[in-house]
């Protein structure tokens, strides 16, 4: 199985849907380490029960100084012998160097279906903009914030009586299922190719 790391920062529902995924015996990866760069992170907790690998970096202490974080955080990567990173609701936007450090190796969820509404406030702006179809994106992480290439993607329809929370909500619940799917097949390209 493949060794991944879940990063996250707060609550955790995505990564709890790849720690279900991961508990299945035909699963292709198994959790090596949840990170959080917020010690408080409800998520960290959920992890900590399942019986995870948890460490907290927090960010705060470093200041201004974001590389030293990031080597902070690829050092635990590295001690925990992790393949693949799982970006789950992690709200730091990485520099080159952790970029370049997991080149390929480095997912993440996105609630949107990108290129659409990249950033924040995705469900917000794809209602301002009268989107019919919404939905979530799992990409591969490069320099370019929320820009990687796509490795998968679920829609949802925007309702007329949509609030950010409904349509987030409706999102979400693509979100717990595309992110396992994705991962899968992700580990199973490396298996072919390796
Ligand atoms: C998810 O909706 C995820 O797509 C989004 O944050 C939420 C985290 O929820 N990620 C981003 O906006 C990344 N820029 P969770 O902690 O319950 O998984």
């Given at each position: 199985k493949h060794p991944i790391a879940i990063l996250i920062s707060g609550r955790g529902s995505n990564m709890r849907s790849l720690i279900d995924?991961?508990?299945?015996?035909?699963?292709?990866?198994?959790?090596?380490?949840?990170?959080?760069?917020?010690?408080?992170?409800?998520?960290?907790?959920?992890?900590?029960?399942?019986?995870?690998?948890?460490?907290?970096?927090?960010?705060?202490?470093?200041?201004?100084d974001r590389a030293a974080h990031?080597?902070?955080?690829?050092?635990?990567?590295?001690?925990?012998?992790?393949e693949i990173v799982c970006l789950a609701g992690y709200m730091r936007v990485l520099t080159p160097y952790l970029v370049h450090a997991w080149q390929g190796r480095m997912l993440n969820i996105h609630p949107s279906l990108l290129p659409a509404f990249p950033g924040l406030h995705?469900?917000?702006?794809?209602?301002?903009?009268?989107?019919?179809?919404?939905?979530?994106?799992?990409?591969?992480?490069?320099?370019?914030?929320?820009?990687?290439?796509?490795?998968?993607?679920?829609?949802?329809?925007?309702?007329k009586d949509d609030s950010p929370d409904t349509?987030?909500?409706?999102?979400?619940?693509?979100?717990?299922?595309?992110y396992p799917a994705v991962l899968a097949q992700f580990c199973e390209t490396l298996d072919t190719h390796q």
């Open positions: 995924a991961c508990a299945q015996p035909d699963y292709p990866a198994r959790i090596a380490l949840v990170l959080s760069n917020r010690p408080d992170a409800p998520g960290l907790e959920t992890a900590r029960e399942a019986g995870l690998n948890t460490v907290a970096i927090d960010h705060k202490p470093f200041g201004k990031e080597r902070a955080v690829n050092a635990a990567l590295r001690d925990a012998g992790v995705t469900h917000a702006a794809a209602i301002a903009a009268g989107a019919s179809t919404h939905g979530c994106t799992v990409h591969l992480v490069t320099d370019g914030v929320d820009e990687g290439p796509i490795l998968g993607q679920a829609d949802v329809p925007v309702l349509l987030a909500a409706r999102v979400l619940s693509q979100e717990h299922v595309l």
